[in-house]
């Protein structure tokens, strides 16, 4: 069975995927970072910089994952990170302390967001609004967290605006869902504007489908 956009709004399907996509994440902690090194070669190379170098002041990362932003940002932001996986978080948690970084870091979903409103300067998501099951609900609660005028700050894959790459793109989407949890077909682009941002930046690379936003929250 797989897990559409439509499926994820109910709430009994929503906590249900949220559910699978932590015991995913958990099962695959140990051999995460292995894995997205070589993928961030290939695909990525860059992205982490461009978004980090933009964060300003209070920062919320949503789906912190294993930390993999953590030596990119500039030295006088405060981090607060959530992340579904306990167990990717553990790895997180080892990262910051490394680098000697102090950090809050928080199990928690994207979904309800545990922050009072307009509580942060920015909010970084990073290759996490392909997994999260309401991706939609998910920016609603990041506009909800940030200050009027705060930045959203997305690196992600999606939908190729090139119909041969989205062919493709669109014939593996239910094995990448079904197995990762991974919508190939998503493109923010799509309700930024209706969940009250504003668009100011946008780059793609990769056939379309690697893309760089940064988004302004309305007033």
């Known amino acids: 069975m797989t897990f559409t956009t439509d499926t994820a709004q109910t709430a009994e399907g929503r906590d249900r995927e949220t ?11 140990s051999k995460y970072d292995k894995e997205m090194t070589r993928l961030e070669r290939l695909l990525f190379k860059g992205g982490r910089e461009w978004v980090c170098r933009q964060a300003k002041g209070d920062v919320l990362e949503i789906a912190f994952g294993t930390g ?12 607060t990170g959530i992340e579904l996986s306990p167990a990717m978080l553990a790895i997180g948690r080892q990262r910051a302390a490394a680098l000697g970084l102090g950090v809050d870091l928080r199990v928690g979903d994207a979904h309800d967001l545990e922050f009072p409103d307009e509580r ?5 998501c990073t290759l996490s609004l392909c997994t999260i099951p309401d991706d939609r609900r998910a920016v609603s609660e990041a506009r909800r967290v940030l200050k009027p005028r705060g930045k959203l700050l997305l690196l992600e894959h999606v939908r190729s605006p090139s119909l041969p790459v989205r062919v493709v793109q669109r014939v593996i989407d239910p094995l990448a869902v079904r197995f990762g949890g991974d919508h190939l077909l998503r493109e923010p682009l799509d309700y930024l504007g209706e969940h009250g941002f504003d668009v100011e930046q946008v780059e793609r690379s990769k056939w379309g489908f690697v893309e ?6 309305r007033p």
């Open 19 to 29: 559910a699978r996509i932590r015991r995913t994440f958990d099962k695959s902690a």
């Open 120 to 124: 942060f300067d920015t909010v970084v």
């Open 68 to 79: 993999r932003n953590l030596p990119f940002y500039g030295a006088d932001v405060r981090i």
């Open 212 to 217: 760089r936003v940064a988004a302004r929250r």
